[in-house]
Every structure is written in C-alpha cells, then in structure tokens.
C-alpha cells in the first residue's frame, strides 16, 4: 500500500480529461458506481473517440481510496489494448479487488494510457455487506414478515441472524409482527390470487408493509416508482422493481429496502420540492 497523497494536489497534476489528450475521451456516470467490498466486482466504463484518426494503446487501472483531503493508491493493473475507431464510442468493463469497508467508502478508478497519461476516472461507492441488519431494529424485538417466493431475501437475513417468519409457510393471515416484505417476484404468475386482499388485512392489523411489486406488463397503467398507501398509524408502501433489482449484489437495491421499511413504519405525507437556493 502506497503513502497518502493529497487528493487536491493528484487533481491538479492529473487533469483528468486533458487537451493534450482530445482524441480520447472517458465519459462519465453521472453518479458513482455501488458495490459491496470484500472481493472482485466488475465496474464497467465508457470511452468516446470524438477525432478522425483511431485509438489504439495500452489501458491500465490505478484504484484509489479517498477522504475529503487525501487519497491512497491501493493498486495498479495492466487492464487491455484498447482499439476504438474515429467517432465510436465503446462499453467496458474490468474486474477489480476491493477492500471489506465497515460503512461507505469513497473510491475511484483511474484510467491511464501507456505512458501515464490520464484518461480519467471512474468513481465508485464502496459498502459493507452488512447493510440489511438495519432491518433488525425496526422490528423492536419481534421476526419481520418475510414473502419472498425468488429466495432473494431470506439468505441474506440468514447469514446476518435477522430473525424472520416465513409468511410464505406460516400464512399472512396468522402474522402479528411490526414489519413484513412482500416479494421480490419474477413475474405476476407469482402472486398468488388474493394476496391484495390478505395484505390488506394484514396492515389493518397495525403491520407495516413493504410491497415489492413484480415486472409490469405491457399493457399494464403507468405507476409511480413507489407510493404509499396508509392504513391505520403504519403504511403499506408499493414498490416497483426496478427499485430493488438484484437484491443480493446490489448495495443501492439494499439501501432502498431499508429506506422503503422506515417509510412503511413511519410514513410522512407528500410535500412539494424545495426549490430555493441552498447555501
């Protein structure tokens, strides 16, 4: 491991996306890139040669983890030959080690041609793969309600000992508990008849609920990513899946479970966005 740098003076002397090298270009997410620490993760990049002459060179990655004030480099791979013709643009990706991270850890991926020359970078948000117990001290003591016909939920609640009631054997109609999930499903063949109406019931029991719903059909009305629906003190908030794609690798998909169970729990009316200037 290499010694710290300040991150502003790496900035200054890397350039990023430089004149000197205008014939390549490497374009950016608009926002960072989520992945769980502790292994390989494949991050995927996007290279645009705006010139009329071809590229062809040597890539490798340098990969960086960063504070407010300071960067350290973990690292430097050999990546590929990368040949994109004039006016092309091209999706890659590259597998890379990231570091187990016990919160949210800022990192980028530098890209750099034959000489040093940088490319630029791709920034990357780090997590822990602990992220779901959270879940557990929503539920003040008693199992969450769990109907997960993909088997998406209940192995990562079994690895992180989060006590839960398998509502998919145990019944809807006979759960008691503070919090329940319903779904992820693969398709509406799924769900079962009558689910809408035992959902229902149970949330008037005083359960909050959080309604993964399955893929829409083509004909199917236009929704809401996620709107809640109260009943009594608690909500059942329904959810679309493109919300909580690929439970067990996706950090982001985890973060908006957690968020979608606290809103469920807790939920606040809609208000108008805030549009003044902050400071």
Same mark, same amino acid.
């Given at each position: 491991?290499?010694?710290?740098? *300040?991150?502003?003076?790496?900035?200054?002397?890397?350039?990023?996306?430089?004149?000197?090298?205008?014939?390549?270009?490497?374009?950016?997410?608009?926002?960072?890139?989520?992945?769980?620490?502790? !292994?390989? /993760?494949?991050?995927?990049?996007?290279?645009?040669?705006?010139?009329?002459?071809?590229?062809?060179?040597?890539?490798?990655?340098?990969?960086?983890?960063?504070?407010?004030?300071?960067?350290?480099?973990?690292?430097?791979?050999?990546? @590929?030959?990368?040949?994109?013709?004039?006016?092309?643009?091209?999706?890659?990706?590259?597998?890379?080690?990231? %570091?187990?991270?016990?919160? &949210?850890?800022?990192?980028?991926?530098?890209?750099? &041609?034959?000489?040093?020359?940088?490319?630029?970078?791709? &920034?990357?948000?780090? $997590?822990?793969?602990?992220?779901?117990?959270?879940? /557990?001290?929503?539920?003040?003591?008693? %199992?969450?309600?769990?109907?997960? *016909?993909?088997?998406?939920?209940?192995?990562?609640?079994?690895? =992180? @000992?989060?006590?839960?009631?398998?509502?998919?054997?145990?019944?809807?109609?006979?759960?008691?508990?503070?919090?329940a999930v319903i779904g992820p499903f693969?398709? /509406?063949?799924?769900?079962?008849?009558?689910?809408?109406?035992?959902?229902?019931?149970?949330?008037?029991? !005083?359960?909050?609920?959080?309604?993964?719903?399955?893929? *829409?059909? @083509?004909?199917?009305?236009?929704?809401?990513?996620? $709107?809640?629906?109260?009943?009594?003190?608690?909500?059942?908030?329904?959810?679309?899946?493109e919300l909580v794609v690929d439970l067990?690798?996706?950090?982001?998909?985890?973060?908006?479970?957690? $968020?979608?169970? /606290? =809103?469920?729990?807790?939920?606040?009316?809609?208000?108008? %966005?805030?549009?003044?200037?902050?400071?």
């Amino acid at each position: 491991m290499k010694s710290f740098k *300040p991150l502003t003076l790496l900035l200054a002397a890397g350039c990023w996306t430089s004149a000197a090298l205008a014939q390549m270009q490497l374009v950016t997410n608009a926002e960072p890139q989520r992945v769980f620490g502790g !292994g390989t /993760k494949m991050i995927s990049v996007m290279f645009h040669n705006p010139g009329d002459k071809g590229f062809a060179d040597e890539v490798r990655t340098r990969l960086w983890q960063t504070t407010s004030a300071t960067a350290i480099q973990l690292g430097e791979t050999p990546w @590929k030959k990368l040949q994109i013709l004039p006016q092309q643009t091209v999706v890659e990706s590259v597998q890379l080690d990231f %570091p187990a991270v016990k919160a &949210e850890t800022r990192f980028f991926v530098q890209w750099l &041609e034959n000489t040093n020359h940088i490319l630029g970078k791709t &920034e990357v948000l780090v $997590y822990p793969t602990n992220l779901l117990a959270e879940l /557990k001290p929503l539920t003040d003591g008693e %199992p969450l309600g769990v109907f997960d *016909p993909r088997n998406q939920l209940k192995p990562l609640l079994k690895i =992180l @000992k989060v006590e839960f009631s398998d509502l998919e054997i145990s019944g809807l109609e006979n759960f008691s508990g503070k919090l329940a999930v319903i779904g992820p499903f693969q398709s /509406k063949a799924q769900v079962r008849e009558g689910l809408a109406n035992q959902v229902q019931a149970l949330a008037k029991k !005083g359960t909050a609920v959080v309604w993964l719903q399955p893929p *829409p059909g @083509k004909r199917d009305k236009l929704s809401p990513l996620f $709107y809640s629906v109260m009943q009594n003190t608690n909500a059942v908030v329904i959810v679309q899946p493109e919300l909580v794609v690929d439970l067990p690798g996706n950090p982001q998909s985890q973060l908006n479970l957690i $968020y979608f169970c /606290k =809103l469920a729990l807790n939920s606040q009316p809609l208000t108008l %966005p805030d549009l003044s200037p902050q400071p």
